[in-house]
Every structure is written in structure tokens, then in C-alpha cells.
């Protein structure tokens, strides 16, 4: 399984990306990113989540999970991060800040 | 306060709410409250201080009862919204975590404390207040006093500061990249123009118009830079976010108006994507349209303007740009209407053949704006 994750926007509009490959990834944090896509319900989620407060200098995410059989993206302001997703999109911020 | 639905990425069409809630009706506000105002009442009498803080940054900040103030003053909140003329800081601190506005660390009128970051943000956002009450007699964000609020120590690691429609808010950095965003003061003005900017001409945060929005904060930020220091505008060196950076990191600053997409060239990083021309205009979905890409072009213009006038910034340009703003732009404008609102506000102060009028349609000429 693959994650990854674009982040643009914010004060200083920089883009901010990672991938994580289960495959490559050290057994335990391959488990717990797993865990992670599944606490979050990821591919159920809608392909965009609207925030109604668009609030100026905020972070926008792009998440992207894949797996053998699908693929599915999601777009949300960080406003509108729901609780359940938050985990997923912080662990792959530390993940892309590691490199 | 969100709502998950198909559609428009995190609400970038504009003001809009989905929540169908009678009270979102307005549209000059980025943020649309759905509590209904019987219950803030009920909460602004009966609560606990925080409540009572969270129920008057709800009233203060909704349409409906601007201008009311006896409202407010009827249930003892007053106290809260200072005086006219006055200035009324008060800093939070989230401890790392992500509730607003967190624990009351500093209001106005007391000493220092050991944390730097909230007597940056105390200082800084008094020197904002201070640079639009002296420079262009305007009593706070609303000109009506509105109350200075900011949150430091947001979440850990956090690379941002942003202005939520109530508040500033200030991430420490992650110590690699980022240090704390309070170190710069026009990262403070930056958030209080936003503010300044929703209540005037309520620039939409998308597009053309979200780069508009981008670049008046960091015009006023740099100006409110330049005139804590008494920087000509031949002196200043007109970066954005100097100081930010660790020393890790190749770059003097996030944006420079001067030379945009020039700021920094890191291996991490890549490099700074502002354009200085319309001819490399990005034209991508990324950030929101590319509000903080984009916003090089306006941000240049207003920097030739300021040179081709000379002397103190803020004194000429920046009263053009700040009447344009405060008077005369639409929600939806554009770079163009820009260009010509700002000729226009040029030629009414100095006259249409003045010298003024000349720099700044020679500085939207020069950046491709208008012919």
C-alpha cells in the first residue's frame, strides 16, 4: 500500500510532499500506517471536503491512498480535517519532514 | 464548524455556507457562525469567562450586530471591546495543542514575560495597531476597536500563522525548517491586514482575488516594517518573513516584493515560485489558485510604485493602496481592477498627470498587468 501527501498553501506557500510504501517502511511503521488508513475510513471518504470557513494562510491537503485494487484522493482545507483523518495527514507531514 | 460534501475544494468558490444555517446569510465574512444569537445572549450572561470570551468574539465578528454596540454593552461584556481609539492585546497560548484561543497569558497593559513568542506577538500586533491608528486614523481591524487577539504555540511543529476571522494564530515552527513565526513583524501585520482586508473589501480567497488578498498583507506587513524601522522606500529591502528560516536553509526570507521568486533556492525547498510577471502567471488549482504564488506580481507593482514615488512608503503608496482597499475594490476583483482602482485612488489624491498617478500605472505596465 501506498500513502502520500501534497500539502501547498500556508503563510509561506510552500508545497510539501511524501510518499510511504508500506513495502519499504520498517515493519511496525508499515502496521501502523495501515492502521491509520483504516482509522481514518479512507476510502470512503468524499474526494473533496469542504470547509466553510476558508480561512487566508490555512494548509491545503491532497491525500492519495493506494492499494491493490484501488486508488481513491482526497482534497481538504485543514480546517475541515476531519478528527478521524488528522492522524494520517500528521504522519505523513513527519514522514515528508524525515527524509 | 465543518461539513464534509462533494464539491468546491475546501469551500475556494467563495463565502458560501453548506451547513444551511439561517444565520450564514452574510457574505462579507470569511468564517459563518452557527450559533444562533439567543444563545450567545444566554452564554454572554450566564457563562464562564471563556465562554463569555468565545460568545463576544461571535457577536463581535458577525455582521448582524456590528454597530451594535449597546447590545454588548447591555450585558456587561463592554469592557471587552475597549474603548474608540484604544488598543486591546490579548495573548493565548495553546500549549501545542489545537484549541482556540487557549490559556490567557498576556492582556494588554502588563509586563513581559520569559516566553518571547507572546511578547512578539504583543508587540507586534500593538505596532500594527499603532501603524493604521497614526498613518491612516483607523481604530483596529473593523475601525470600530475590534479587539487584537493571538494564539502562540499552535500545535507542534507547526510551519504557519493564519488569521481564522477572529484571531491571529502562531505556529512555533519545526525547528528545521521553520522557526517561530512571531520572530518577524510583517508575518504579524500580514494576519492583522487579513483581517483588515475581510472587513473592507472582503477580497475572496481564490484566484486573482486571492492574490489581491495575499498581496495587501504583505504590502501593509512590509509597511508596518518599514515604519516601526523609518525605512525610505529606497532603504527597505522589502522581504517578507526575514528571519524565519533556520540557518539550515538558503533563502534570506519566504517572498521578496522586490524580486519576487528570488526569496530562496534550497535543496529542500526548491525554489521561490512567485512570478514578477504576468508571462509566468501560475495558472494551477494548487493554493487556492495560487493565492501565495501569484500575489508577486501585485506585490512588485506596489514596490515600483513606492520606489518610482520615493521617500517613506506608507506616506503616498501606501495610502493609494490603502484607500483602493478600504473604498473602492469588489470582493472579485482582479489584477486589472486592481491596476485601475489604485490609478484612479492616484489621480483623485495628486491629480492625473501628477507624478504619483505616473508611478503607479508605470509599475502595473512594468509587471504585465495593463498596457
Known amino acids: 500500500m501506498r500513502a502520500s501527501l501534497e500539502r501547498t498553501g500556508g503563510f509561506a506557500g510552500m508545497r510539501l510532499t511524501s510518499t510511504a510504501d508500506t513495502d519499504k517502511l520498517a515493519p511496525e511503521e508499515a502496521k501502523e500506517l495501515r492502521q491509520l488508513v483504516e482509522a481514518a475510513d479512507f476510502f470512503r471518504l468524499p474526494p473533496t471536503i469542504a470547509s466553510q470557513a476558508n480561512q487566508p494562510d490555512r494548509f491545503q491537503y491532497k491525500l492519495t491512498v493506494e492499494d491493490d485494487q484501488r486508488t481513491h484522493t482526497v482534497m481538504v482545507g485543514e480546517a475541515a480535517i476531519p478528527p478521524r483523518v488528522r492522524p494520517l495527514a500528521e504522519w505523513l507531514t513527519q514522514y515528508a519532514r524525515r527524509r | 464548524m465543518s461539513a464534509i460534501s462533494q464539491g468546491a475544494f475546501d469551500g475556494g468558490s467563495g463565502h ?84 482556540l484561543p487557549g490559556r490567557l497569558v498576556r492582556s494588554e497593559g502588563k509586563k513581559a514575560t520569559k516566553d518571547q513568542a507572546v511578547n512578539e506577538a504583543y508587540d507586534g500586533s500593538g505596532a500594527t495597531y499603532d501603524f493604521y491608528s497614526e498613518v491612516y486614523e483607523r481604530n483596529s481591524i473593523d475601525d470600530r476597536g475590534f479587539r487584537l487577539d493571538s494564539t502562540v504555540h499552535y500545535d507542534r511543529d507547526y510551519d504557519n500563522a493564519f488569521w481564522n476571522g477572529t484571531q491571529m494564530v502562531y505556529g512555533d515552527g519545526d525547528g528545521q525548517i521553520f522557526q517561530r513565526f512571531t520572530r518577524s513583524i510583517d508575518v504579524i501585520a500580514h494576519e492583522l491586514t487579513h483581517g483588515v482586508t475581510e472587513f473592507e473589501a472582503g477580497l475572496e480567497y481564490q484566484d486573482q482575488p486571492g ?68 508571462k509566468d502567471y501560475y495558472g494551477g488549482a494548487e493554493d487556492n489558485g495560487g493565492v501565495h504564488i501569484n500575489s508577486g506580481i501585485p506585490n512588485r507593482a506596489f514596490y515600483l510604485a513606492a520606489t518610482a514615488i520615493g521617500g517613506y512608503a506608507w506616506e503616498k503608496a501606501g495610502k493609494i493602496w490603502y484607500i483602493a482597499l478600504r473604498d473602492r475594490l469588489r470582493s472579485t476583483a482582479q489584477f486589472v481592477d486592481a491596476a485601475k482602482v489604485t490609478m484612479a485612488v492616484a489621480g483623485d489624491l495628486f491629480g492625473l498627470k501628477s507624478k504619483e498617478m505616473k508611478a503607479v500605472r508605470g509599475a502595473w505596465q512594468k509587471v504585465g498587468v495593463i498596457k
Open chain 2, 211 to 278: 492574490a489581491l488578498n495575499e498581496s495587501f498583507s504583505d504590502v501593509f506587513g512590509s509597511l508596518v516594517k518599514q515604519w516601526v524601522r523609518k525605512e525610505t522606500a529606497e532603504q527597505a529591502n522589502w522581504i517578507i518573513g526575514e528571519g524565519l528560516f533556520t540557518s539550515r536553509v538558503k533563502g534570506i526570507g519566504i517572498r521578496s516584493m522586490k524580486a519576487p521568486g528570488t526569496a530562496y533556492d534550497d535543496p529542500l525547498l526548491g525554489q521561490d515560485p512567485q512570478p514578477a510577471h504576468m
Open chain 2, 16 to 99: 458560501s455556507c453548506n451547513s444551511g444555517n439561517p444565520h450564514c446569510t452574510h457574505h462579507r465574512h470569511a468564517i459563518c457562525f452557527i450559533i444562533p444569537p439567543i444563545m450567545l445572549r444566554n452564554i454572554a450572561e450566564k457563562g464562564d469567562e471563556e465562554q463569555r470570551t468565545l460568545a463576544f468574539h461571535t457577536l463581535a465578528a458577525s455582521e448582524r450586530f456590528r454597530g451594535q454596540r449597546e447590545v454588548l454593552s447591555a450585558l456587561g461584556i463592554v469592557k471587552s471591546l475597549g474603548s474608540p481609539g484604544e488598543k486591546l492585546r490579548t495573548i493565548y497560548d495553546a500549549k501545542r495543542g489545537t484549541t
